[in-house]
C-alpha cells in the first residue's frame, strides 16, 4: 500500500455509512420500494459507478441497512433486558423493545408499510445479524431455564419463529400495548421457553 492509501479503508467505510445515512433519509421520504440506485446516487452526490463500488445492487444496500439497524437494536434490547433474571419477562422485554424501536423509526417503520412488508420480512428472516442477536438472546434465556447446550437446529427454527411473531406485530399491530403483551405472555413466552 503506497503510504498516500493508508487512509483508504477509513474513507471507505466513510462514504459506506453515508451511503447508508442518505439511503434511510430517503426511506423515510420516498419508501422503502420507490429509492433506487440512480436516486440514491443523486442523493449522495456521487456517480452510480461509485455507489455500485460500494454496493453491486439494491439489495445489497437494502441488507446493509439491515445489518446496521440489527446492530443498533442489539444494543438497546441488551440495555433493556439486562436488569430482570426471569427469562419471561426478558423474552417479552425483548421483543417489545424491537417492536417500539422499529415503530418509533420513521426509516425502519417505513419497511413495514404495506408494499415493502413482504419484502422487509424476508430480509429480517435472512439477515446473519438479526439471527446472531436472535439466536445468542434465546441461548441465553433457554439457559436460564434449563436448557444447556440447546440443539442449534431447535434454536434456529425457534429464533426465526419469534423474527416472524415480530414482524407479524410491526405489520399487523395488536389493539394496543397491552394486548401485545398479552399476547407474548400467553403465547410466544411458552413456545420460546417450553421443552
Same mark, same amino acid.
Given at each position: 500500500?503506497?503510504?498516500?492509501?493508508?487512509?483508504?479503508?477509513?474513507?471507505?467505510?466513510?462514504?459506506?455509512?453515508?451511503?447508508?445515512?442518505?439511503? =434511510? &433519509?430517503?426511506?423515510?421520504?420516498? +419508501? #422503502? !420500494?420507490?429509492?433506487?440506485?440512480?436516486?440514491?446516487? /443523486?442523493?449522495? %452526490?456521487?456517480?452510480?459507478?461509485?455507489?455500485?463500488?460500494?454496493?453491486?445492487?439494491?439489495?445489497?444496500?437494502?441488507?446493509?441497512?439491515? =445489518? &446496521?439497524?440489527?446492530?443498533?437494536? +442489539? #444494543? !438497546?434490547?441488551?440495555?433493556?433486558?439486562?436488569?430482570? /433474571?426471569?427469562? %419471561?419477562?426478558?423474552?417479552?422485554?425483548?421483543?417489545?423493545?424491537?417492536?417500539?424501536?422499529?415503530?418509533?423509526?420513521?426509516?425502519?417503520?417505513?419497511?413495514?408499510?404495506?408494499?415493502?412488508?413482504? !419484502?422487509?420480512?424476508?430480509?429480517?428472516?435472512?439477515?446473519?445479524?438479526?439471527?446472531?442477536?436472535?439466536?445468542?438472546?434465546?441461548?441465553?434465556?433457554?439457559?436460564?431455564?434449563?436448557?444447556?447446550?440447546?440443539?442449534?437446529?431447535?434454536?434456529?427454527?425457534?429464533?426465526?419463529?419469534?423474527?416472524?411473531?415480530?414482524?407479524?406485530?410491526?405489520?399487523?399491530?395488536?389493539?394496543?400495548?397491552?394486548?401485545?403483551?398479552?399476547?407474548?405472555?400467553?403465547?410466544?413466552?411458552?413456545?420460546?421457553?417450553?421443552?
Amino acid at each position: 500500500m503506497r503510504t498516500a492509501d493508508w487512509l483508504a479503508p477509513d474513507r471507505a467505510e466513510l462514504g459506506t455509512q453515508r451511503i447508508l445515512d442518505v439511503a =434511510e &433519509r430517503l426511506f423515510v421520504e420516498h +419508501g #422503502v !420500494a420507490a429509492v433506487t440506485m440512480r436516486s440514491l446516487a /443523486t442523493a449522495v %452526490g456521487c456517480s452510480r459507478a461509485t455507489l455500485y463500488r460500494h454496493f453491486p445492487g439494491k439489495s445489497e444496500v437494502l441488507a446493509a441497512y439491515v =445489518e &446496521r439497524a440489527a446492530a443498533q437494536m +442489539g #444494543v !438497546a434490547i441488551a440495555g433493556a433486558t439486562g436488569a430482570t /433474571t426471569d427469562p %419471561g419477562t426478558r423474552l417479552i422485554s425483548a421483543v417489545t423493545t424491537a417492536v417500539e424501536a422499529v415503530r418509533a423509526n420513521p426509516a425502519l417503520s417505513a419497511w413495514f408499510a404495506a408494499d415493502t412488508a413482504g !419484502a422487509s420480512s424476508n430480509l429480517a428472516l435472512l439477515s446473519p445479524a438479526i439471527e446472531e442477536i436472535v439466536h445468542g438472546f434465546l441461548a441465553d434465556i433457554r439457559a436460564d431455564v434449563g436448557v444447556r447446550d440447546p440443539d442449534p437446529a431447535d434454536l434456529r427454527e425457534r429464533g426465526r419463529w419469534l423474527v416472524r411473531v415480530i414482524v407479524s406485530l410491526l405489520t399487523s399491530p395488536g389493539e394496543n400495548p397491552d394486548d401485545e403483551r398479552a399476547m407474548l405472555e400467553r403465547f410466544v413466552v411458552p413456545v420460546i421457553l417450553g421443552p
